[in-house]
């Protein structure tokens, strides 16, 4: 594997001492004869192999920053669990120097209902394009009220522009981002701020290009199949192994940088038969490591299965990831918002499924599906609501639509502060896409920066085979070229011109609301919701009181009866003149059972006085 840092993420490995000594150890099986080549000076140095295939051995006269191979049977290739990659997937590894001038001494991490997630992709985020310059953008984050920057994945992927779900150095961050040392600075400057950091990992599968796990051992199975590639073999013969490889990456990124939880990236790809799958044995891991370090560490994973044994605990014969993204709120509210039947869409009803979805949970739990043709899901009773994460917009729901168009090119602007509110004041861990809250009108499809051009021509002809099931118009832009890649750029300039600047104002005043009604640290909110002539209504309580809101999501008024037994008083009204709208339709006090008009795509929050 790597050479072994000051805090080993696994128990596997040895150390890194300093003064030009350093362990290397690499699980590899596959070879007849493996070696360690170092570079400047060049030498090579012979490994020993136990009886598990673990080659080891200790070297003086090596520093930080030092290249480095691993020799198997006369091909040169890079460590599969190296922490940098200076000179790309198909260069040396490199070693990195373990220390770095912390100064979170304090941070212990925040508890999972604090937190109010921000995607961010580093290379589109700025033009600079890495972890640095996304710091000077923290502090605007803060203030908008985001407490959790989450990371799409920065594993070291071939070339410099690529989603990040072709990665193959599960340990490394990317070198065109500012590698290791770059990562760690953004993470510690997240936690200066209070923010914490989540960051988006891939156990299902690695990247086409550069990935030497092969070579070395059986990391892949042809059992399985992912719709991106050879599965990983977690459950064959030799499955220890490749799962300690994947442990210990994980928490690498914990202790080593820092991270405050994990996304994992589409768990439902990841086959797995044992009795103690991959999932719990990660799930045990970083959970432990967490207690040890004495900081809050969450799994969060992306799902397709509404399976909610993910989220239970373990003692109730669940895996004990502490949350999971809910595609169904965002494709209920999505089908509601739009008029969009095509692929998984088609099992949607809009605000019929919202109403199952809004209080914190499946749409559906086992139910016929018709995109799937079959039954799918099970119940999430009992679940609590801040076990699921929720979204208007996310990387995947943007790019994966033929152009990467955002709702902000799909909407009026009164429809999208409706969509916001619905994420916003919903009782589950709300995730913002970067931009979305000023209205970014960057689109975000898929872009890659393959050398092989039999490779990106099948990236090609797989991107238009995806967008069949939706019959959108046209090819998609070419994920290949880099004019791809720099139109998705954000263009922060826009959040100080008029509509832009009211839209950022009125997320930031429906973050401040969710925190006013939901105590920090506190309970997550009860939720009950039901639909009345194309108007969700969702009940909730705020500490003593009650709270009503409206959403109308006709381009046409609507009326609502409120409630006879008290007055009530307006806290919020998207549709005010204040937040860019035609002006308040529902006045400030309410009185018991007065009918109250709504006006089109209004968000409104009424309070019991």
């Not at 993910?310 to 999971?324: E, F, S």
Request: aromatic share 10%; glycine share 10%.
């Amino acid at each position: 594997m790597m050479p072994v840092q000051d805090h080993p993420a696994g128990d596997r490995q040895g150390s890194f001492t300093g003064g030009g000594r350093c362990a290397f150890c690499v699980w590899a099986p596959a070879p007849d004869v493996i070696e360690l080549h170092l570079l400047s000076p060049d030498r090579l140095v012979p490994l020993a192999r136990d009886e598990a295939g673990y080659a080891r051995t200790t070297v003086e006269g090596i520093g930080a920053g030092s290249l480095y191979w691993y020799r198997l049977d006369g091909t040169d290739l890079p460590d599969p669990a190296s922490r940098s990659q200076p000179h790309g997937v198909h260069g040396p590894s490199q070693v990195v120097d373990p220390t770095f001038p912390w100064t979170d001494q304090g941070w212990a991490g925040l508890a999972l209902p604090d937190y109010l997630m921000y995607e961010v992709h580093v290379g589109t985020f700025t033009d600079g394009g890495t972890f640095d310059d996304v710091v000077p953008h923290l502090d605007d984050l803060a203030e908008l009220g985001v407490t959790a920057v989450e990371l799409m994945p920065v594993a070291q992927f071939p070339g410099t522009r690529n989603w990040g779900y072709d990665g193959v150095f599960p340990y490394a961050a990317q070198e065109s981002y500012g590698g290791p040392a770059g990562l760690r600075r953004f993470v510690d400057a997240c936690h200066r701020r209070g923010l914490a950091v989540v960051l988006d990992v891939v156990h299902n599968h690695l990247g086409p290009e550069g990935n030497v796990l092969a070579a070395y051992g059986p990391y892949f199975t042809d059992r399985y199949r992912t719709p991106w590639g050879d599965a990983l073999n977690f459950d064959g013969p030799h499955s220890d192994e490749v799962r300690a490889l994947f442990i210990d990456s994980a928490l690498c990124w914990v202790t080593d940088c820092h991270i405050d939880a994990l996304r994992l990236d589409a768990v439902h790809a990841i086959v797995d038969h044992s009795a103690r799958t991959f999932l719990d044995a990660l799930a045990e891991a970083v959970h432990t490591r967490g207690a040890a370090l004495r900081r809050r560490i969450y799994l969060i994973a992306e799902t397709t299965l509404n399976d909610s044994r993910l989220v239970r605990p373990r003692a109730a014969g669940g895996t004990g990831i502490d949350a999971q993204w809910n595609d169904d709120f965002h494709h209920a509210l999505h089908t509601a918002l739009l008029d969009e039947r095509g692929g998984y869409y088609q099992d949607y009803a809009g605000i019929p499924d919202l109403v199952r979805a809004f209080p914190g949970a499946y749409v559906y739990t086992g139910q016929f599906s018709a995109f799937r043709q079959r039954s799918h899901g099970n119940s999430s009773a009992g679940v609590p609501p801040d076990r699921f994460v929720v979204f208007a917009q996310n990387h995947d729901q943007i790019g994966n639509r033929s152009r990467g168009d955002r709702l902000a090119d799909l909407l009026p602007f009164e429809a999208l502060k409706l969509a916001a509110g619905c994420v916003l004041l919903s009782p589950c861990i709300p995730l913002l896409f970067m931009g979305e809250e000023y209205g970014e009108r960057a689109p975000f499809p898929y872009f890659v920066s393959h050398t092989d051009p039999a490779l990106v021509d099948a990236v090609r002809r797989g991107r238009r085979g995806e967008f069949a099931a939706f019959a959108w118009e046209g090819d998609p832009p070419d994920p290949q070229a880099e004019a791809t890649f720099r139109r998705a750029r954000l263009n922060h300039h826009l959040k100080d011109e008029e509509g832009h600047r009211t839209l950022r104002q009125f997320y930031r005043e429906l973050i401040r609301l969710r925190h006013a009604i939901t105590p920090r640290g506190g309970p997550p909110p009860r939720a009950q919701a039901q639909d009345r002539d194309g108007v969700l209504v969702v009940d909730r309580t705020a500490g003593a009181g009650k709270l009503t809101i409206l959403y109308n999501f006709h381009p046409r008024p609507a009326e609502f009866a409120v409630p006879a037994h008290r007055p009530w008083r307006r806290l919020l009204d998207s549709s005010d003149a204040a937040w860019g709208g035609p002006g308040a339709a529902v006045p400030a006090d309410v009185r018991a059972g007065a009918m109250v008009m709504l006006n089109p795509y209004a968000c409104v929050v009424l309070v019991e006085p």
